[in-house]
């Protein structure tokens, strides 16, 4: 029969090996915690990059788009000019 101390220490020992399983599950869960948190960054950085590209692209075409209008008003303007004065403008090639 095994005595009070032999228990105490199996018990100890049992206990301890029990600590050491939770203590790795633990640490597993908390890699897996990491990595995803990774991800998510990544995620959002991503995003975050994807939205300013979008307003950059954005601000790009407006000022497309007024160079355009810009550039048409002042067609308008030489045609009319130029109907006046009764000469024609020059047509580009292919238009």
């Known amino acids: 029969m095994a005595t009070r101390t032999d228990r105490f220490l199996n018990a100890a020992v049992r206990a301890a090996r029990r ?3 939770w203590s790795v599950v633990a640490a597993r869960e908390a890699d897996r915690l990491l ?3 990774r991800k998510r ?3 959002e950085d991503r995003r975050g990059r994807l939205k300013q590209t979008l307003r950059k692209t954005g601000r790009v ?3 497309a788009g ?3 209008l810009v550039a048409a008003v002042a067609a308008g303007i030489a045609a009319a000019r130029a109907e006046r004065r009764g000469r024609s ?3 580009g090639r292919g238009r």
Do not use: G, N, W
């Open 19 to 21: 600590a050491k399983e």
């Open 35 to 37: 990595q995803e948190a």
């Open 41 to 43: 960054v990544e995620s």
């Open 61 to 63: 075409l407006m000022v």
């Open 66 to 68: 007024r160079v355009a």
């Open 89 to 91: 403008l020059p047509q």
